[in-house]
């Protein structure tokens, strides 16, 4: 807490605002991981940090090169901010290799009452593999255990239960509750790619299933929509939202952010949602 003062020179405590962090790669064109997930969190109006796993070299039509981050440096990043600052809330986003995601679990075993999202990035929007195969044993194994919620699309949740993609709602709420048995508090199967006029969402959690719905927008300006997605969610659990009001919140921004795309002018192929569209209110005036 801070001090504030009212009209009487009265000393008042102020809420802090809330810290969020960010444990994911860097996107140089700005639409997707750290850089998606810090616009986000400064959207939602909590404090954002960030933590470097993996450099890519991309842009709206691709990947064309990963460079990761020892797994010492990424778990030192970490420990560094633990250190100094209060997090309230960390997403994590791309892992990259095994040996990335048992550093993150290692020091993330010692802060369990921080709540943690985890976006199991898995490929990139224009195709390209963004996690070699043995890290999603450890995923599974070392950092669903001590999620609060998880986000996998739909190829991602089957990835991991290592199953055929769900092709209708039933398969996903059945997939998102084998999921569970992971370790996860709650995990968010996203239907985005049923087809359809519709995006449909499942949460299952300890509370039994929730859906959530929105229209399918028509645009291809859709780069990044899981990563912030995920740290809008990491937001919200940070201000002390619980997962069902934390998942309808974020999912309301990201529709927002959908609706508002094209109103930017990125690249020429998947170019990003618009994160700032409820602050932006000018950006066509000129």
């Keep these: 807490?801070?001090?504030?003062?009212?009209?009487?020179?009265?000393?008042?405590?102020?809420?802090?605002?809330?810290?969020?962090?960010?444990?994911?790669?860097?996107?140089?064109?700005?639409?997707?991981?750290?850089?998606?997930?810090?616009?986000?969190?400064?959207?939602?109006?909590?404090?954002?940090?960030?933590?470097?796993?993996?450099?890519?070299?991309?842009?709206?039509?691709?990947?064309?090169?990963?460079?990761?981050?020892?797994?010492?440096?990424?778990?030192?990043?970490?420990?560094?901010?633990?250190?100094?600052?209060?997090?309230?809330?960390?997403?994590?986003?791309?892992?990259?290799?095994?040996?990335?995601?048992?550093?993150?679990?290692?020091?993330?075993?010692?802060?369990?009452?921080?709540?943690?999202?985890?976006?199991?990035?898995?490929?990139?929007?224009?195709?390209?593999?963004?996690l070699t195969d043995d890290a999603v044993a450890a995923l599974t194994g070392r950092l669903l255990p001590i999620a609060t919620v998880i986000t996998p699309n739909l190829p991602e949740a089957a990835a991991l239960l290592g199953e055929p993609e769900a092709c209708n709602r039933d398969e996903m709420a059945g997939q998102a509750l084998r999921l569970m048995r992971f370790g996860a508090k709650a995990v968010l199967v996203k239907g985005g790619h049923l087809p359809g006029a519709d995006s449909p969402d499942v949460l299952a959690s300890a509370a039994g299933l929730t859906w959530f719905e929105a229209p399918r927008v028509a645009t291809r300006n859709t780069h990044g929509t899981g990563c912030t997605l995920s740290s809008a969610i990491a937001a919200e659990l940070a201000k002390g939202a619980l997962p069902e009001e934390a998942v309808a919140v974020a999912k309301a921004y990201v529709a927002g952010a959908i609706n508002a795309a094209d109103a930017l002018n990125v690249g020429s192929g998947h170019g990003p949602v618009h994160h700032f569209h409820a602050l932006w209110r000018d950006e066509g005036a000129a």
């Design 1 to 130: 807490m801070t001090d504030a003062y009212d009209m009487a020179g009265r000393s008042a405590p102020m809420p802090a605002i809330a810290n969020a962090l960010s444990i994911a790669g860097s996107d140089p064109s700005g639409g997707a991981g750290i850089q998606a997930d810090l616009k986000t969190f400064s959207a939602r109006g909590v404090y954002g940090m960030a933590v470097v796993t993996a450099l890519t070299a991309q842009n709206t039509q691709g990947v064309s090169g990963i460079h990761v981050v020892p797994p010492d440096f990424v778990a030192e990043q970490i420990r560094t901010v633990f250190a100094d600052i209060r997090v309230d809330a960390v997403k994590i986003g791309m892992i990259a290799d095994v040996a990335i995601a048992g550093a993150v679990a290692d020091v993330l075993a010692r802060h369990r009452e921080v709540p943690v999202v985890l976006d199991p990035v898995m490929i990139a929007k224009g195709g390209a593999s963004l």
